[in-house]
């Protein structure tokens, strides 16, 4: 795919512990009631072991050199040419601090994961966060249902587990893994599975989807939430890209073709519903959506427009973050650098004088697999 340009012309730190410090971390991969973690790391799902696996992996001066590459500045995995935005120590606390935002807007939960993660005597219950991140919220999940064991797959593994291991949950285990090869080794092991913000790094949602169905457990809940690369107007519809649309509007539109080149699906957000409500495995599908504003641009003095100015300055503090950690996706795929730095200057400017107004849509699908 071939990427116009012309409407737009107007480190990590883990290689400082040592080896020794580093490997009485272990990545876990699998949890006992003895409490004794292990770890699976993967390269193509033929070689995997079932999940949990009886390997132990400690995460050693190769690991990380193996699991890192330096792009542009920035820290990104070395294991999917898919996903190209940053998995070093800034990228974890812009996803930290997203947490916090989306956890007060949206709530800590959907409301049937209480009832699929109760604890019910004589049964043992699992929670898997596919694409997890910084953890944050697979971590909620093993501090709040202690009963539960929680699994976090990602392409690295979690920070928490590079820090300080004391802070791990006891139930709480890091997988390495790439989603797209499949979750063969998943099947038939969770109540609640959930994925947050993956679809960059996605190449068949719609495939993926299909997978998560399979990795659940009879009336399991898959939990679904994405935002489509865009900035919509205070009409609620996208922003047409042209030589008026505003700065942010235009770079998040070169964010959406640079994950459709790399081969994500950046309007995944807006198919989750259909492929979930289609998907003959699910029923109860419900759907939900939310409207960010990009910064602090709503001028009205009532208490709710004071409320969405609060939220405006923590998706602007986030989208300020992410300009950053687009630079290697956007760079890699061919975007000018001059081009690059004055429209990122621009939308930096607009995010933060607060005139241009904005909005980030959010969609969540929730449902239960039939039983």
């Not at 290689?15 to 006992?32: A, I, L, T, V």
């Not at 099947?187 to 169905?213: C, K, M, P, T």
């Not at 659940?216 to 009409?235: A, H, I, M, Q, S």
Request: hydrophobic letters at 35%.
């Amino acid at each position: 795919m071939q990427t116009s340009y012309s409407a737009y012309t107007s480190p990590v730190q883990y290689d400082n512990m040592s080896d020794d410090e580093s490997d009485s971390c272990s990545m876990s991969g699998s949890f006992s009631a003895s409490g004794k973690a292990s770890s699976v790391t993967t390269a193509d799902w033929e070689m995997r072991s079932a999940s949990p696996g009886p390997s132990v992996f400690s995460i050693g001066s190769s690991l990380r050199v193996n699991a890192y590459r330096h792009e542009y500045g920035r820290g990104l995995n070395n294991y999917s040419e898919v996903y190209r935005l940053p998995a070093d120590d800034e990228e974890l606390d812009r996803l930290d601090k997203q947490h916090i935002m989306f956890k007060e807007v949206m709530g800590a939960y959907p409301p049937p994961l209480y009832e699929a993660l109760a604890n019910t005597p004589g049964v043992h219950k699992s929670c898997v966060d596919l694409g997890c991140g910084s953890g944050s919220w697979i971590l909620d999940v093993a501090r709040d249902f202690p009963h539960c064991t929680a699994v976090a797959v990602d392409l690295v593994p979690m920070q928490v587990l590079f820090f300080d291991c004391r802070n791990m949950p006891p139930n709480c285990r890091s997988e390495v893994d790439d989603v797209n090869l499949g979750l063969q080794h998943f099947y038939n092991e969770f109540e609640v599975s959930h994925a947050r913000l993956v679809s960059s790094g996605i190449r068949d949602y719609a495939g993926f989807v299909d997978q998560i169905s399979m990795t659940l457990k009879p009336g399991g809940l898959v939990d679904l939430t994405e935002f489509d690369f865009r900035v919509y107007g205070l009409d609620k519809r996208p922003i047409p890209i042209d030589d008026r649309a505003s700065a942010i509007a235009r770079w998040m539109h070169l964010a959406h073709q640079a994950v459709q080149q790399q081969g994500g699906e950046p309007d995944a957000a807006n198919h989750l519903y259909e492929w979930v409500r289609n998907h003959n495995a699910y029923e109860q599908p419900v759907y939900r959506h939310w409207w960010f504003q990009t910064s602090t641009w709503n001028r009205g003095t009532d208490p709710e427009s004071r409320r969405q100015n609060r939220y405006g300055a923590a998706m602007r503090d986030d989208i300020l973050a992410f300009l950053k950690s687009g630079r290697p996706l956007l760079l890699g795929t061919g975007v000018p650098e001059q081009i690059l730095d004055d429209l990122e200057d621009r939308a930096r400017n607009e995010l933060i004088e607060g005139r241009v107004p904005g909005y980030i849509l959010v969609e969540n699908v929730y449902a239960r697999k039939r039983r």
